[in-house]
């Protein structure tokens, strides 16, 4: 840690001068393709504070994604950061390996859900994880179908493009598009038209006969699905619905991949969001929260389906880069050390509680939903017609970040707040949080 206290401390307006002079070199050096969620420019963080270039400490509600999980500068990854730099930072698995690989494979085989025989590969990002577990799931099935689901969101490369749902932005003017790639739909409680006790049988009685009519059970080479999804806007999906899906691809000999990217490593009160279910994926694909903050990704599967490619068809340059590999070991000791599991449950509680007292003062928050630590809420018009309100969450964001609380939106229709606090975040810091974003909520219904 640098030493930064866990408390919000506002010098200047924000932004204030020294992040507006970054944004207008950003305006003039960076593509306006990378868009930024605000101009908020960080020096260093500790914990769950950001401190920008001008001195102010900010409370960190995003994690920059559900990635600093263990918290901004946490000294056990920084230490391990440090000793494998000084020691080598590159050989490339595949020329000269080395023991952090193999030691982080093991992890992810005791970690991730079902005590069968496992073997995983490491990659540079979630989408590359996403590509692999695709090229894998072809591979042992021989077969080349692949069934996504409306609100997914698997990536931004051309494969994982045709994967993730939502055109604006992630998809427009970038085709074409991978083939072979069925959408069905998600069983999403909230906007399931006979109403949420239905919508998990119902969902997978639809998902069944489209997939039968439109693809052919034996051409389906996998089924990918985030066990709650993520940009699409933190969407748990009906209960019973993935247990189904998942048996209706054993029963069909079709790979069922959970991509635990967003979900993994503590974030929802368990390891993966996949045991709340009760499934065993056959592949799992993990990314952000896994190596404290650095770049790193990987496939973890059934020994049979992950050994099923050709000898030396998996790989790349960076992939399983040694500084990630000692992160990543740290990070996974310090959730374990740290029960950041269990620490996630009770910032989902105190979130929990909080945002149902707002939804009783404010009927714009049509629902809220999410498991431990990863909590949203979905905005909308408050005359019952669960219309989406985009332009009001964006206004509540704003507020937020005004004040010093980084908080993110996301949402097929653009109309979630998502909360996704470091799972250090004490719960002072936690309370001052919500008192923002209560005030934020009040400012912009006003
Ligand atoms: C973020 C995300 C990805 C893509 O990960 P990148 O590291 O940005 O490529 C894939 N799947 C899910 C569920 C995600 O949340």
Redesign the pocket.
């Known amino acids: 840690m640098t030493g930064v206290t866990q408390e919000r401390l506002l010098l200047t307006e924000l932004p204030g001068p020294a992040s507006q002079a970054l944004a207008a070199r950003r305006r003039a050096a960076v593509s306006s393709a990378v868009s930024v969620g605000n101009e908020l420019y960080i020096d260093h963080g500790d914990g769950a504070i950001l401190v920008d270039v001008d001195g102010n400490h900010l409370i960190d509600f995003g994690s920059g994604?559900?990635v600093a999980s263990v918290g901004h500068a946490a000294p056990p990854v920084v230490a391990a950061v440090a000793e494998q730099a000084a020691k080598f930072a590159h050989t490339c698995f595949m020329v000269t390996p080395y023991p952090g690989y193999v030691e982080l494979c093991e992890q992810l085989a005791l970690l991730t859900p079902g005590s069968h025989e496992k073997r995983s590969a490491l990659f540079n990002?979630?989408?590359?994880a996403?590509e692999n577990a695709i090229k894998v799931a072809r591979a042992y099935t021989g077969r080349q179908a692949v069934i996504a689901f409306d609100h997914a969101?698997?990536?931004?490369t051309n494969l994982?493009m045709a994967l993730t749902a939502k055109v604006q932005p992630y998809k427009d003017g970038f085709g074409p598009f991978a083939p072979e790639v069925y959408r069905m739909g998600m069983a999403y409680p909230y906007r399931w038209p006979t109403g949420p006790e239905h919508c998990a049988e119902e969902a997978f009685a639809d998902f069944v006969a489209k997939a039968h009519v439109q693809v052919g059970e034996e051409h389906v080479a996998a089924v990918i699905v985030?066990p709650i999804q993520?940009?699409g806007g933190f969407i748990v999906p009906a209960p019973g619905f993935l247990k189904m899906v998942a048996d209706w691809c054993t029963e069909n000999g079709v790979v069922f991949i959970a991509?635990e990217?967003?979900?993994g490593f503590c974030r929802t009160g368990s390891w993966f969001a996949s045991e709340h279910e009760g499934i065993v994926p056959d592949l799992v694909?993990t990314?952000?929260a896994l190596a404290g903050g650095l770049p790193l990704?990987a496939l973890t599967g059934r020994a049979e389906i992950m050994d099923a490619p050709v000898v030396g068809g998996l790989g790349g340059t960076f992939g399983g880069n040694p500084i990630s590999c000692a992160a990543a070991l740290a990070a996974i000791q310090l959730m374990k050390d740290a029960d950041l599991a269990g620490a996630a449950r009770r910032i989902g509680d105190r979130i929990g509680a909080r945002l149902g007292e707002l939804a009783q003062a404010h009927p714009q928050i049509g629902e809220v939903r999410g498991r431990g630590a990863m909590m949203a809420v979905e905005i909308v018009r408050p005359d019952g017609s669960r219309t989406p309100d985009a332009a009001l969450a964006k206004a509540v964001i704003a507020g937020c970040v005004r004040r010093g609380l980084v908080v993110l939106g996301c949402g097929t229709y653009g109309n979630v707040l998502r909360f996704l606090p470091p799972l250090v975040m004490p719960d002072a810091l936690l309370d001052d949080a919500l008192d923002i974003l209560a005030e934020s909520f009040a400012e912009a219904t006003a």
């Open positions: 994604i559900a990002s979630g989408a590359e996403v969101y698997h990536g931004r994982t985030e993520g940009e991509d990217v967003q979900t694909t990314a952000k990704a």
